[in-house]
């Protein structure tokens, strides 16, 4: 019988000891650098999928994904290049027509509006718009909505909610939004009657910025 004030193990158990606690320590040590290496890639794959639900949650609130209302004071730039033709299904027929392509207007001046039902400054500009194609449309002046990712059915309520009786088209896919390279909605392109872009305005429009851009881009068709 062993007494256990007396009992000194054994160099074999000694060493089994010193093997287990050194296998502890190395499982210990493999797990840590486990955490410190899978660990930010677990997060990085958390992260992603939060932006993935974003994206396809996104819609619901209004707009596609990726695309964004142009908020704020309209900012003014200067193109100065060549219309892009285009040519789109109407919403509501003009000149007898329910297809509009722009070619067809050279040599007059065209507001092209780009506009989404589920725009909150498009609500705010669409008076003005309708205004201000009462004001110019016996004066060569066209004016031609865009309508753009979203459906003819909403368009359809967008245009009778605020009266809106100059044509509109439908781009649901937004192709002529992309070539015209477009950045947000609403953005207003104003073409001069030689087919030169000479203005866009990005954000929403009032009465006396499309008074003075149609005036420009009538005047830029006159000068030498």
Same mark, same amino acid.
């Given at each position: 019988?062993?007494?256990?004030?007396?009992?000194?193990?054994?160099?074999?158990?000694?060493?089994?000891?010193?093997?287990?606690?050194?296998?502890?320590?190395?499982?210990?040590?493999?797990?840590?650098?486990?955490?410190?290496?899978?660990?930010?890639?677990?997060?990085?794959?958390?992260?992603?999928?939060?932006?993935?639900?974003?994206?396809?949650?996104?819609?619901?609130?209004?707009?596609?994904?990726?695309?964004?209302?142009?908020?704020?004071?309209?900012?003014?730039?200067?193109?100065?290049?060549?219309?892009?033709?285009?040519?789109?299904?109407?919403?509501?027929?003009?000149?007898?027509?329910?297809?509009?392509?722009?070619?067809?207007?050279?040599?007059?001046?065209?507001?092209?509006?780009?506009?989404?039902?589920?725009?909150?400054?498009?609500?705010?500009? /669409? !008076?003005?718009?309708?205004?201000?194609?009462? $004001?110019?449309?016996?004066? +060569? =002046?066209?004016? @031609?909505?865009?309508?753009?990712?979203?459906?003819?059915?909403?368009?359809?309520?967008?245009?009778?909610?605020?009266?809106?009786?100059?044509?509109?088209?439908?781009?649901?896919?937004?192709?002529?939004?992309?070539?015209?390279?477009?950045?947000?909605?609403?953005?207003?392109?104003?073409? /001069? !009657?030689?087919?030169?872009?000479?203005?866009? $305005?990005?954000?929403?429009? +009032? =009465?006396?910025? @499309?008074?003075?851009?149609?005036?420009?881009?009538?005047?830029?068709?006159?000068?030498?």
């Amino acid at each position: 019988m062993i007494e256990l004030d007396s009992y000194n193990p054994s160099k074999s158990e000694r060493t089994d000891a010193n093997s287990a606690n050194g296998d502890e320590n190395l499982q210990s040590t493999s797990s840590s650098r486990r955490i410190l290496i899978w660990g930010p890639v677990f997060l990085g794959l958390i992260g992603l999928m939060a932006l993935l639900a974003w994206g396809l949650w996104r819609p619901s609130l209004g707009g596609p994904s990726g695309v964004s209302t142009n908020d704020g004071p309209a900012r003014v730039a200067i193109l100065e290049r060549s219309a892009s033709n285009f040519s789109l299904p109407l919403i509501n027929s003009f000149d007898g027509s329910n297809e509009f392509q722009l070619i067809d207007y050279r040599g007059k001046t065209v507001v092209i509006n780009f506009w989404a039902s589920w725009c909150a400054p498009c609500r705010d500009e /669409a !008076p003005a718009l309708e205004q201000g194609w009462q $004001i110019h449309q016996n004066n +060569d =002046v066209v004016f @031609i909505g865009i309508n753009t990712w979203d459906s003819e059915a909403k368009a359809q309520d967008f245009m009778q909610s605020f009266g809106l009786s100059f044509p509109n088209a439908l781009d649901e896919r937004g192709t002529v939004a992309v070539e015209y390279g477009m950045i947000g909605i609403p953005e207003t392109f104003f073409i /001069a !009657p030689d087919g030169t872009i000479s203005r866009k $305005i990005i954000g929403g429009v +009032d =009465v006396a910025s @499309i008074n003075e851009a149609i005036a420009e881009a009538q005047n830029t068709a006159q000068s030498p």
